[in-house]
């Protein structure tokens, strides 16, 4: 019986065991939409009025009112402008006024009176004219009036220019109403400017800082967020009564920039960050947050307003101003029960931050797919390092993220621990063949001949000198940089270089010249390394940002005053320029490496891999799939050059094309005429681009070509090791070659460490 | 003790309930303990031994003991291993020995018994941070130390850069520690028979016998406990080196606490976990030894 009791003592022991452990590898619901009750559900509906720009934007209510303004090309050009009404629970548009017919006149801002009707101040610009009727200046005056929401009619017209200071260029940036028909005008300088129900100025009230935003709260009274002196974000009552702000209200912007506020229906105030919709009660200082914008497949960074509904539902208008073709969109979110809306595969995308464009695309793809959802975790709430640290104990413990943002980490580190998943083999399962993609720039994310990695588009870092003083070439060793730049002597070798920044330069790029990986021995007590500190050392500690600079960059350049320049290539427009800026033919010769590969590539939208413990494989690949499609990859592919290049072929080619297609015009002989495509400027340097040449796709095509590493992939602790220990050397306080001693000293545990 | 008493089956039977009972409720006192101990101790300990023979955290395939075989012929293990040894073995006799001296020289009658006290304990209430600073300042290559020796006309050190780095850790170690020892011999001091020392001072005993004989074996445990605690303390100088250099020391300070932190940075588990586990295995021995001879120094004093 005893043996039988220690017997299921022992097992119970060791099922608690099992049952930790095993818990380490149970998936966890998380962020997102899992284990939440309600979920808020897009609709998104077409705009009943079509308009190129929605201005002065108010809401009451079930309405909103805008001025729009379209383009009208049969027109001769010209805008046209009308202020309408907008019904958003019937999804119609009415006319209340036509605003184009005073070319001097513009609406700046509006609000909604208690009595339903607007409130709105018109800027007239006027010109000055002399006896001779010669325009000598113009000025600029504001009416206050107001605007019959039944018949779009003018009334009670006052000019107000007077009354809102002495600029003769005041503006009114905010225009508020609260429950006793006052009128608030903000000005642009921090001044609330208070006008009675019949429009008498009532008073002037000054904030300390730049007013960020003014609203008014469902109680009715009026608020402004601005910057306070030294104390960030400040939420305050304008108190007309005692003519000052009232206390700082606390919980709704917190020292930083909240977000952006509208009048709540339920709650005082509703707020929009570029992260989540949240309602705030004023009499209660409580924040209750509705839902994450992602969550609910809005881009948060591309809302106008938004407000509640009397429906409950939650509306916004959006506007992608990344877009080629940027259009306004109405989303009308609805609250339901989680259980109610159709399931789909949860997909877990973990990122250390979430660039702008993975936002995008995990948008479309959450609004494409019926049978994967995306969820984003990020993990840098803090800081760099705490960020790692829970994106690490995350793996350890199972809660693997489906995709993985490699945006800032070192993906080398994770592959070789077997966190991320070989890409070869979905591509080949998927029909896509690598001979179809840029396979130098896929090698950047290769290790061991497995793909861990994609990145849809990327840039190329590299240096460029005159190629009639280094040569034709695409890269170069330590040594061959040093003797090229001892042998011309210059006043510096780029523009603001100092002596950390050269050092950096020489080193950090090129950090395997002196580690040897295979044997474990280091060479930072070579003579090459000694060479590039005392090199270093020649040059200024600090650059002097405050010396009047006599000559810019490109006159520098030309006249061997400078020699490199440390620059990025994303485009064939911008090698076109970096050309023009040297005035001669340049070489792309990169940042100095043993193997001579020192053109970097750079993602220019992030990167990605699959997690290889995650559940939702074929989900995570459908993501990374859709990266480097056909659609995406054409969709990158811009007129005038995009900030970074495709990384499939055809689309890149595509590309080629449209950059060597010539635009005309037609002169006034009626011929073509060849005409620039943009203009591009650096420093002191500006060009109009044309269409390229065959010689010069040629060229990036060869730049592109001549890279296979990625940029920046150097551990921070021998970044630290040597910055650290370097700064002896740079003080004088030791020799270089007691300097190079303690390095090889230090990053020889590393690397012993580390194999 | 029987209670049974002319076999009534039913007394018998009340008074094994009552053990029963009693039983029970010494392991209901007993499990907050009991699942204390498993929960923060075994527990944690049988994690580490699982991840000592797996390939890493994510993977996780056994891979026997080849974790021990790559971590014992790791070059900086093995210099880890070095340092630590070295250090220990120079930094304990030294912090046992002269904090004896020091409570044998305190508990002697010279003046400003209770000045020196504190001023060997001062070392104690100063926050790490502060001790790292000042010793960074000490020490630093421009710093007072090199001061002094140029001021005599000798070449600077580079004393936290150099072989003369775990000197300066050795001194850290003994200025931080010695007081706390110092308190504890001369508690051990106080605390042994005064008539067995007048006896021998009676049979005309020398000083040195009378320590040899009698104090030192009265000392036996305090001095076991101490070795103990100064061998745990030598291991927790990382706390120091790491604020004054990073992760990555100059090598003669680089200890087993780097490799294993670094390695659990880099989510080398595995290696952190092989590396802990030899470290205890060493530990277990090194104490077991310490016990053999505690106990046979100071088994006549227990007799």
């Known amino acids: ?755 | 003790m029987h209670f049974f008493t002319g076999g009534k089956k039913v007394k018998k039977s009340g008074s094994n309930q009552r053990t029963r009972r009693g039983k029970w409720i010494a392991r209901g006192y007993l499990f907050p303990s009991a699942a204390g101990v498993l929960l923060f101790f075994v527990l944690p300990f049988l994690i580490v031994f699982f991840y000592s023979v797996v390939d890493n955290p994510i993977n996780r395939q056994f891979v026997f003991f080849d974790n021990f075989v790559m971590v014992f012929q790791n070059a900086a293990f093995q210099q880890a291993a070095k340092n630590t040894l070295t250090f220990s073995l120079t930094a304990v006799p030294l912090a046992v020995v002269l904090s004896l001296l020091l409570a044998m020289t305190l508990e002697s009658k010279i003046p400003f018994k209770s000045q020196f006290r504190t001023f060997f304990l001062s070392p104690m209430m100063v926050p790490i941070a502060s001790v790292v600073l000042i010793w960074q300042v000490l020490f630093h290559y421009n710093g007072m130390i090199n001061e002094i020796l140029t001021f005599f006309g000798r070449d600077k050190i580079d004393w936290l850069n150099s072989s003369y780095a775990q000197v300066v850790i050795v001194v850290l170690f003994l200025w931080k520690n010695l007081g706390y020892n110092m308190i504890l011999f001369m508690s051990a001091l106080s605390s042994i028979p005064r008539d067995i020392i007048e006896v021998a001072v009676l049979e005309s005993a020398t000083p040195f016998q009378i320590f040899w004989h009698i104090k030192l074996r009265y000392m036996s445990s305090t001095i076991l406990f101490v070795t103990i605690m100064s061998l745990i303390n030598s291991f927790k100088v990382f706390r120091e080196i790491y604020l004054l250099k990073g992760d990555y020391p100059y090598d003669t300070m680089y200890m087993l606490q780097h490799f294993m932190n670094n390695t659990f940075n880099r989510l080398d588990y595995q290696k952190m976990s092989a590396a802990a586990i030899m470290m205890a295995i060493v530990m277990v021995i090194i104490i077991g030894i310490l016990f053999l001879t505690e106990n046979y120094f100071g088994k006549d004093v227990e007799e």
């Open chain 1, 1 to 755: 019986m005893e043996k039988l009791k220690k017997g299921l003592g022992a097992a119970a022991g060791l099922m608690l065991l099992i049952a930790v452990l095993s818990g380490c590898g149970k998936e966890e619901k998380q962020g997102g939409q899992s284990g939440k009750e309600f979920v808020y559900v897009p609709e998104y509906a077409n705009l009943a009025v079509s308009c190129d720009y929605m201005n002065s934007i108010t809401a009451a209510g079930d309405y909103i009112y805008f001025t729009g303004d379209t383009y009208a090309e049969e027109e001769g050009g010209e805008y046209r402008s009308s202020l309408y009404q907008y019904n958003l629970l019937e999804n119609q548009v009415k006319e209340l006024m036509k605003l184009d017919e005073e070319s001097n006149k513009s609406l700046s801002s509006m609000a909604v009176a208690q009595d339903g009707n607007l409130v709105a101040v018109f800027n007239n610009y006027e010109d000055v004219t002399d006896e001779n009727g010669e325009v000598i200046d113009s000025k600029s005056t504001l009416e206050l009036c107001r605007i019959s929401t039944t018949d779009g009619s003018v009334s009670d017209t006052q000019d107000i220019t007077g009354a809102l200071g002495e600029s003769e260029w005041a503006y009114v940036q905010y225009l508020c109403v609260d429950n006793q028909d006052n009128i608030y005008a903000c000005d642009g300088d921090g001044g609330i400017h208070v006008f009675s129900k019949d429009m008498q100025k009532l008073c002037d009230i000054k904030a300390d800082g730049w007013i960020n935003s003014m609203v008014t709260s469902r109680e009715g009274d009026v608020y402004v967020q601005y910057y306070g002196n030294g104390s960030g974000t400040e939420f305050r009552k304008v108190d007309v009564a005692a003519k000052k702000l009232g206390d700082n209200v606390a919980g709704i912007s917190d020292g930083s920039f909240g977000g952006i506020y509208f009048t709540g229906a339920t709650k005082s105030i509703l707020v929009s960050s570029n992260d989540q919709v949240s309602l705030f009660d004023i009499s209660s200082g409580t924040m209750e947050d509705l839902f994450k914008w992602l969550d609910a497949d809005v881009n948060g960074d591309n809302v106008n307003i938004a407000g509640e509904l009397s429906d409950g539902r939650i509306w916004a208008i959006t506007r992608d101003y990344g877009a080629e073709e940027a259009k306004y969109e109405l989303i009308y979110l609805t609250r339901k029960k989680a259980s109610e809306v159709k399931e789909k595969e949860e997909i877990l995308y973990g990122a250390l931050w979430l660039g702008s464009d993975l936002r995008k695309k995990i948008i479309d793809f959450n609004k494409t797919s019926d049978q994967y959802r995306i969820t984003v975790k990020t993990y840098m709430t803090d800081d760099y390092e705490t960020g790692l640290a829970q994106f690490n104990a995350d793996l350890t413990t199972g809660s693997c993220p489906d995709i993985i943002d490699l945006s800032s980490i070192d993906f080398h580190q994770y592959a070789s621990k077997g966190v991320l998943e070989d890409l070869y083999p979905y591509m080949e399962k998927s029909g896509i063949r690598k001979e179809e993609y840029l396979e130098n720039v896929l090698k950047a994310f290769e290790q061991d001949g497995k793909l861990y990695g994609i990145m849809p588009q990327f840039y190329i870092t590299t240096t460029l000198a005159k190629a009639s003083l280094i040569g034709e070439r695409n890269g170069w060793t330590l040594s061959e940089m040093l003797d090229f730049v001892e042998e011309n002597d210059p006043e510096n070798v780029f523009d603001y270089a100092s002596r950390a920044s050269i050092f950096y330069y020489c080193i950090y790029n090129n950090i395997d010249e002196f580690i040897d990986w295979e044997t474990g021995e280091c060479s930072f007590e070579g003579e090459e390394f000694i060479r590039t500190l005392e090199f270093a050392a020649k040059f200024p500690e600090e650059y002097d940002y405050n010396q009047e600079r006599e000559e810019g960059l490109s006159s520098k350049l030309r006249n061997n005053k400078l020699l490199l320049m440390q620059t990025s290539i994303s485009s064939v427009q911008e090698y076109q320029m970096m050309n023009g800026m040297f005035g001669e033919p340049v070489s792309f010769v990169g940042y100095p490496n043993g193997e001579k590969k020192g053109n970097l590539i750079q993602p220019a939208s992030g990167s990605v891999g699959i997690g290889a413990k995650s559940k939702h494989k074929d989900g995570a690949w459908k993501f990374v799939e859709s990266l480097i499609s056909e659609e995406f990859q054409d969709s990158l592919v811009s007129e005038h050059g995009n900030y970074g290049f495709p990384i499939k072929k055809s689309a890149l080619e595509k590309q080629f094309e449209l950059d060597m297609k010539p635009e005309y015009y037609e002169d006034e002989n009626g011929e073509q005429v060849e005409q620039m495509k943009t203009s591009w400027g650096y420093d002191d340097f500006s060009m109009d681009i044309y269409a390229a040449t065959q010689e010069e796709v040629d060229g990036v095509k060869a730049l592109i070509e001549s890279c296979e590493k990625l940029s920046g992939n150097v551990d921070n602790q021998l970044i630290n090791i040597i910055t650290e220990e370097s700064e002896a050397f740079f003080k004088g306080q030791k020799s270089a070659a007691d300097t190079a001693g303690v390095i090889q000293n230090r990053i020889q545990i590393y690397v012993n460490e580390n194999r």
